[in-house]
């Protein structure tokens, strides 16, 4: 197994350095756009390892959902306030030390912790696994009550961002 | 033989009802405060009477016993409160009960009038009821209870006219020297109770200790001697005196009761209790004998020179309570126990009798303002005249009939010895002496009191006469009670021999002597005793600034006590106490201090200490 | 599980998380904190999903689904949040809104 990398894998490593790549351009750049931009490309490499993982109605909906609204709302308030490119982006050095070295831990441990975890019980696929008919059912028989405390909270989200966002008097 | 009964109680319980009566409702009943105070005391007398002539007809060594309840109970220890009267407890109780009445009916003459009138005999009632509780009690533990309860009366009592601040300073004086000697008691009793419970017996109750007193072994020296500690506190032997002729601020009547005929009677009542247990211990008994003796030869002189009639009363009684305790030391427990009832009734009388001279000359203490009272008071004087013949020691009175006891014991008795019969016999001879002086001064010859004091002199009333009278009797006739005898079953038999007819007549000689001497000094020849005096100077001072022991106490012990204080107060207490409990506030201001300042209010420092502890977290997950 | 093994997704969602951990404690920006969230959230779904996959349950899927509802409304309200707070002290940097300090 070890050197003999397939098709899928190595275009697996290739874009899983891109998604890296993107996702330190959006911690690390200072313009708040050029974060964003950056911040759609990550979510899109994404999109397309789901794809490879067989769950094509959630790629599709991070391409709409995330990418597309929340981004671009993103974008709406960047342009709203006007920011420009920060001059000094990040907080002191000692802070900068501390998380990096705090991150490098978290992944190292995780990953680490994940090598001894004893591997899932490998499953086979179904037919029509990760289409919408599949996800629709598990959604609306074993989720229902999430689903509809979903709903409640997308209502209270609506309701209480247009309440902060308004104006003070009215 | 032990009887139970519930009759014993009662007498405790009436002196105590009083209490709550006086305290509650005498000050607004002042009519009825004058029969309850002395009849509670004379109802509890009448029980206390019953109860003994209960006991006469019974078996010899019969005793009864009352257990009220049951106090302490803590894994093998028990301590109850019970109430026994023996023989000696019966004497004891009758001897409170008896002359406790006829000392609070003259109080009512004496204190009429006063403003604490109620107060004063709320006090006197306590001071009963402890007293009964202290003869009365079963048990060591509880017996210490009425120790502590007369100790606090004699307090109240000293300083009753608290306005005066010599008054309330005697008070306190009496209370602080007591206190040491209690102290000692409280050692002794702890040794005496551990000692027994190592091996197994966990008890404090007196017939028990007297059941198991052979396991004390060496023991018993150490407990005996720090008993006597507190006897020589409550009963005022050297060292712990000092503190009764400085109660005589208190009323005169309080003088007679408390520091006469009953408190001061409690240590030798308690050796006399424990008289198996000193048995044990001779070297502790000599030690008793010779303070005693010591006591008595050292009061005796020094009441020769005293001025003030109430002090001399009470270096005599000081010296009377050091022969009783010789008395014990040499192992005559019954004369010193009948030497202890005949002196309540004389000493009591002579001190009512100096009560009603001071009453009737208006507040008038010094003797040198005296002389030539008796065609004005003449009960008073009679009755006097009748104490200090009892207390000289001429037949037939009564303390013709104690005091030998004693002396013949000390000279022959089992644990007797030549010297203490000789010092026994100086110091009667001396008392016979002094007595003698006082009733000269006081009655006889001119009248040395200022005009205005002399048109008021009168005898005093029937409620404080009649007491006089009644004492008197029994101070002539009191020789004549078989105390001993009475004693026998719970003291043992006192097995010295009658004494011959020599030592009689010795005695009596001594005691004729001693008067015929103060006759010599102070009515044939007045001008004698001031020529001795200048002559002996020096001495003569010591002897009237009583041997300036009260200064010697002053500056090494009292001085040493307060310096400790001081340093204490000013330098310890600001810097270690106060120190540590500001440090600590200190402490906490400083931690906190320091803590605040995790509280950044930044957001994203907080998020990096949500970080660190999933990583711990994380890190002990992964390293298990 | 085929061409790819399970623990190289895991691997690159347990990165990419760390990434947007990094963004979250470092960046003085309020808006880039967000973006880093964000990141956060899409790793944890890279995971889930390949895990999903992994044993053949759609339960995964139906998660991330639940994740990218409930990361809309977050975003919503955070972003109405950011907007209030620039109104009343114009700035969005998160070091000077730090009032309930010592």
Redesign the interface.
Same mark, same amino acid.
């Given at each position: 197994m070890v050197g003999a990398l397939g098709v899928s894998q190595v275009a697996f490593l290739i874009l899983a350095a891109l998604t890296v790549l993107s996702a330190l351009t959006v911690v690390v750049h200072r313009n708040p756009v050029h974060s964003a931009v950056a911040l759609v490309s990550t979510l899109c490499l994404l999109a397309l390892f789901f794809f490879a993982l067989d769950a094509q109605l959630v790629a599709i909906l991070q391409v709409i959902v995330y990418a597309g609204a929340i981004v671009v709302l993103f974008l709406f308030v960047i342009m709203l306030l006007n920011l420009q490119a920060q001059s000094r982006a990040t907080g002191g050095p000692l802070l900068v030390a501390a998380a990096t070295l705090g991150g490098v831990a978290l992944a190292g441990l995780v990953v680490s912790g994940l090598g001894r975890a004893a591997a899932p019980p490998a499953a086979g696929v179904g037919a029509g696994f990760g289409e919408t008919a599949a996800l629709a059912r598990e959604l609306f028989t074993a989720y229902l009550l999430p689903f509809e405390l979903t709903s409640l909270l997308l209502l209270v989200a609506i309701v209480g961002a247009v309440a902060l966002a308004k104006k003070a008097d009215g | 033989m032990v009887i139970e009964t519930t009759l014993l109680r009662w007498i405790i319980a009436l002196p105590a009802l009083g209490v709550l009566f006086h305290v509650f409702v005498g000050r607004r009943a002042t009519g009825a405060v004058k029969w309850v105070g002395p009849g509670l005391v004379g109802a509890a007398f009448a029980v206390a009477r019953a109860a003994a002539s209960g006991l006469r007809v019974m078996p010899a060594g019969t005793a009864l016993h009352d257990h009220v309840y049951t106090w302490i109970v803590a894994g093998p220890f028990r301590a109850e409160v019970g109430l026994r009267l023996d023989a000696l407890s019966a004497v004891m109780a009758l001897v409170v009960t008896g002359v406790g009445f006829l000392i609070h009916v003259y109080s009512v003459g004496y204190m009429h009038g006063d403003r604490g009138f109620a107060r004063y005999f709320a006090y006197l009632n306590l001071f009963t009821t402890a007293m009964l509780i202290l003869v009365l009690a079963d048990n060591l533990l509880l017996l210490f209870v009425g120790w502590e309860g007369v100790g606090l009366c004699s307090y109240l009592l000293i300083g009753f006219w608290y306005e005066k601040p010599e008054n309330a300073a005697a008070g306190k004086k009496a209370f602080l020297v007591n206190r040491i000697g209690d102290a000692g008691f409280l050692l002794g009793l702890f040794l005496l109770v551990w000692t027994l419970g190592r091996q197994g017996i966990w008890t404090v109750d007196i017939e028990t200790i007297r059941q198991h007193a052979d396991v004390l072994g060496a023991v018993a020296v150490p407990v005996c001697l720090l008993l006597f500690v507190g006897a020589t506190g409550k009963s005022a032997q050297i060292p712990l005196y000092v503190w009764l002729p400085d109660a005589m601020a208190g009323p005169t009547p309080v003088s007679a009761l408390i520091h006469a005929a009953t408190m001061v009677t409690a240590g030798v009542y308690m050796i006399a209790r424990l008289h198996w247990l000193y048995a044990l211990a001779p070297a502790a008994l000599a030690v008793v004998a010779v303070i005693g003796v010591t006591t008595a030869l050292f009061a005796a002189v020094i009441a020769t020179a005293q001025v003030d009639i109430k002090r001399v009363l009470a270096y005599s009684t000081v010296s009377q309570l050091g022969l009783m305790f010789l008395g014990l030391g040499v192992g005559a427990t019954g004369a010193a126990v009948f030497h202890l009832v005949t002196h309540a009734f004389f000493k009591a009388l002579l001190f009512l009798g100096a009560g009603s001279v001071i009453h009737g000359l208006g507040g008038e203490q010094d003797m040198r303002r005296m002389g030539g009272l008796r065609p004005h008071m003449p009960v008073t004087f009679v009755t006097m005249t009748v104490g200090t013949l009892a207390i000289a020691g001429v037949p037939p009175f009564s303390g013709f009939f104690s005091k030998d006891e004693i002396v013949w014991a000390a000279f022959s008795g089992p644990h007797g010895a030549p010297v203490l019969g000789v010092l026994a016999f100086v110091v009667s001879f001396l008392t016979a002496y002094y007595t003698g002086r006082l009733l000269v001064l006081t009655f006889l010859g001119e009248c040395r009191a200022p005009e205005d004091v002399r048109h008021h002199i009168h005898e005093s009333p029937a409620v404080m006469t009649l007491p006089l009278a009644v004492l008197a009797v029994f101070a002539f006739a009191g020789g004549w009670l078989p105390v001993p005898a009475i004693l026998e079953p719970v003291i043992g038999v006192t097995e010295e021999a009658e004494a011959p007819l020599w030592m009689f007549t010795l005695a009596s000689a001594v005691a004729l002597g001693g008067l015929g001497l103060a006759g010599v000094l102070y009515v044939a020849r007045p001008d004698l005793p001031g020529a001795i005096a200048r002559r002996l100077d020096g001495f003569y001072a010591l002897v009237r600034d009583k041997f300036r022991v009260d200064e010697l106490y002053d500056a090494t012990v009292i001085r040493l006590v307060f310096a400790a204080a001081d340093v204490s107060a000013r330098r310890i207490d600001p810097a270690l106490i106060d120190g540590a409990i500001n440090g600590t506030g200190l402490l906490v201001a400083a931690i906190s201090g320091a803590s605040r300042r995790l509280q950044t209010g930044n957001v994203q420092h907080y998020a990096l200490s949500f970080l660190v502890g999933a990583l711990v977290l994380l890190g002990y997950w992964v390293m298990r | 599980?085929?061409?790819?093994p399970? #623990?190289?997704?895991?691997?690159?969602s347990?990165? *990419?998380? =760390?990434?947007?951990?990094? #963004? +979250?404690?470092?960046? %003085?920006?309020v $808006? @880039?904190? /967000?973006?880093?969230i964000? $990141?956060m959230l899409?790793a944890v779904? *890279?995971a889930f999903?390949? @895990?999903?996959?992994?044993?053949?349950?759609?339960?995964g899927? +139906?998660i +991330? /689904? /639940?994740v990218?509802? &409930?990361? =809309?409304?977050? =975003?919503? &309200?955070g *972003?109405? @949040?950011?907007?209030?707070m620039? %109104?009343n002290r114009e700035t969005?940097n998160?070091?000077e809104?730090?009032?309930? %300090?010592?």
């Open positions: - | - | 599980m085929g061409p790819t399970l #623990g190289w997704y895991l691997a690159l347990a990165v *990419l998380f =760390a990434i947007g951990v990094l #963004g +979250v404690l470092v960046r %003085r920006n $808006i @880039i904190i /967000f973006m880093a964000e $990141i899409n779904n *890279l999903v390949a @895990i999903a996959r992994s044993r053949g349950s759609m339960d899927q +139906v +991330v /689904f /639940f990218m509802t &409930v990361a =809309a409304a977050e =975003a919503a &309200v *972003l109405a @949040i950011i907007l209030a620039f %109104r969005t998160a070091d809104l730090a009032t309930l %300090r010592w």
